[in-house]
């Protein structure tokens, strides 16, 4: 039987009600586990060519069903009408350059000071291989600017998250809770290398990349296999 038109659109609806939920709930754990503060932050979601995200400057706690707000890939709003966050241009060079399909984005206080201080968070701990290697750091750029999203993909090349200098951490991966889950991890390890990094007369050791490189083979094996 062929499926009719308003079937598949029905079913579009209820994926992207579906989905938007997700996304407000994972905005609101950045805030409940201290990741950000107030309407700092952002996150999205994908379905097929449309990118659910965020609205500008609404607390997260206030977003409803009715708020969903989504754009296309070009940026054009296509869902809503509360205006996209300003870090849109971030969100849409991942979608565009990744198979992402969830982009959290915080500013988390252990992962914005790791930023100020050097270009790559130092290898303190071998779950950076669950971010592709070494996080960098990119350079620092106004937010919301084409500038920012530039230099965040070359910090991104071969990783799921990078730290945005004197600004905060992005992350990406296959769902919302992937996505999520890497954001957390980033900023564990950021805490860990300071708190390491500041006993007096003491300096944290550090795993190699050969060591590290061991590590990501080894994740891959990890967990429940389907």
Not at 66 to 95: K, N
Not at 143 to 161: H, I, K, P, Q, V
Not at 207 to 219: C, H, I, N, P, S
Request: net charge negative.
């Amino acid at each position: 039987m062929t499926r009719t038109a308003r079937e598949t659109a029905g079913e579009t609806t209820r994926e992207t009600a579906h989905v938007w939920a997700a996304l407000v709930e994972t905005a609101r754990r950045t805030v409940a586990d201290g990741l950000v503060v107030g309407t700092s932050g952002n996150v999205s979601a994908r379905v097929g060519d449309l990118v659910l995200v965020t609205p500008s400057g609404v607390p997260y706690d206030r977003l409803t069903p009715d708020d969903i707000t989504g754009v296309d890939l070009a940026g054009r709003q296509v869902l809503g009408s509360l205006v996209p966050t300003s870090e849109l241009p971030m969100h849409l060079a991942i979608y565009r350059t990744t198979d992402a399909h969830a982009v959290v984005h915080t500013h988390a206080v252990h992962a914005t000071a790791v930023s100020t201080l050097v270009p790559e968070l130092p290898l303190v701990h071998y779950m950076a291989a669950a971010l592709g290697g070494p996080v960098r750091v990119a350079p620092y750029a106004p937010y919301g600017t084409d500038e920012l999203a530039g230099n965040m993909l070359r910090a991104l090349d071969g990783r799921s998250g990078c730290l945005l200098q004197n600004h905060g951490a992005i992350t990406y991966g296959a769902t919302l809770d992937q996505a999520y889950d890497r954001t957390a991890q980033l900023e564990w390890m950021c805490r860990l290398w300071l708190t390491a990094s500041s006993l007096p007369g003491l300096t944290p050791s550090l795993l190699t990349r050969a060591q590290l490189t061991e590590v990501g083979e080894r994740l891959k094996g990890y967990g429940q296999q389907r």
